[in-house]
């Protein structure tokens, strides 16, 4: 069968129609936005490997894995917003917000510590309908929004936690009714083959799973990139923009409430200026991933293997018995290089269209 169609024009020119050219296995795979992290992810595995003894023992798997997915987590809903075109730079200090409201209500309130985390729940998926609303509203960048919504919620954690409890950081509410099945659901662990797991890798591993489906399987999934690509060209063929965005943001203030459950339930206590700068971290990990600044473009598992990248190098670096002040560097040399890699990958494959 021929791959061609051919189709004579007006002047008897042959033309050829690309929707019926095959596209060959190479070609699929030189398009995949996760293919420069993937060889990213690989050289630092190799790197370490050969620098790093100890990086290769079974026990540091879970170590490694586990500082991914403590990233990882946010790094999914991160990568659906930028492919939709935005930014959330809140996204850190939401995280502590959410463990904040959780302990603080569970204290205050002497109420079972699931209530606390069901309000917390309520409460965090409210600002990120509060950033998605703002956003659609007064179509100010996302940038500004967050940015706006970042410093208000920097300053809320502190003063209210000072005014609550006297000090910067929480009760312990290790002795509540609920807190250990809480803990088993957010911050448990468990053992295979002798190797120690924690749960929020299965969190993690499944949110990509679920991220993945929904961006390929599903219409809100085609939403998603045609909101990144143009946002009036995508109302102009009826996609629900402001939905599409408000549901991005609740995305992104779900998964911080997982994240947050977990930074509660594994030391009881939270120190209310934590979080700061991690949104930038999250943001670097779906751009090694695939995901371009401009939206439109990337891919969930993109942003577990730079969610990835980031466990084996701040873990690495510990292994090899580096100063650990290095990380930030080659987290930034990680973040150009990725960048040059997948811009590259993508113009050959444009070349060869």
């Known amino acids: 069968m021929s791959s061609t169609a051919p189709a004579s024009g007006p002047s008897g020119i042959d033309h050829v129609d690309e929707r019926l050219l095959r596209t060959t296995p190479l070609k699929k795979l030189l398009a995949r936005p996760e293919l420069g992290s993937v060889v990213g992810a690989i050289a ?3 790197f370490f490997s050969v620098v790093a003894d100890s990086f290769l023992k079974p026990s540091s798997l879970g170590t490694v894995l586990y500082a991914a997915s403590t990233i990882g987590i946010m790094a999914v809903p991160v990568a659906l917003l930028m492919i939709g075109g935005e930014f959330d730079l809140s996204a850190g200090v939401l995280v502590t917000s959410s ?3 959780s302990s603080m209500f569970s204290y205050q309130m002497t109420a079972n510590v699931w209530v606390g985390v069901g309000v917390s729940l309520l409460v965090t998926l409210a600002i ?3 950033n998605g609303f703002m956003l659609t509203r ?3 960048p996302s940038f500004i929004i967050t940015l706006g919504t970042f410093l208000m919620l920097t300053g809320l954690n502190l003063g209210l936690t000072k005014l609550i409890s006297g000090t910067v950081s929480t009760k312990t ?3 509540m009714e609920g807190f250990s099945s809480a803990r088993k659901l957010f911050a448990s662990q468990l053992t295979i083959g002798g190797v120690e797991f924690k749960v ?5 591993f499944g949110l990509v799973a679920l991220a993945t489906w929904i961006l390929l399987r599903t219409r809100f999934g085609n939403w998603i990139f045609a909101v990144g690509g143009g946002s009036d060209a995508a109302r102009a063929v009826g996609v629900p923009v402001y939905r599409t965005k408000i549901g991005l943001y609740m995305g992104v203030a779900f998964c ?4 947050g459950q977990h930074l509660l339930f594994s ?3 939270v120190q209310s200026g934590e979080g700061v700068g991690n949104e930038l971290i999250y943001i670097i990990a779906a751009v090694i991933g695939g995901c371009l600044i401009t939206g439109g473009y990337g891919s969930a598992i993109g942003s577990a293997v730079g969610a990835l990248i980031f466990g084996m190098t701040s873990k690495g670096i510990v292994y090899a018995e580096w100063n650990p002040d290095w990380f930030k560097f080659f987290l930034g040399a990680m973040l150009l290089l990725a960048t040059l890699l997948n811009a590259w990958i993508r113009k050959r494959v444009e070349a060869t269209k």
């Open 173 to 175: 509410i290790a002795d």
């Open 138 to 140: 007064t179509r100010l």
């Open 99 to 101: 463990a904040l409201i």
């Open 267 to 269: 030391f009881d206590v």
């Open 256 to 259: 911080a409430w997982i994240s």
């Open 128 to 130: 990120g309908v509060f």
């Open 200 to 204: 929020t890798i299965l969190w993690w």
């Open 44 to 46: 630092v595995f190799v």
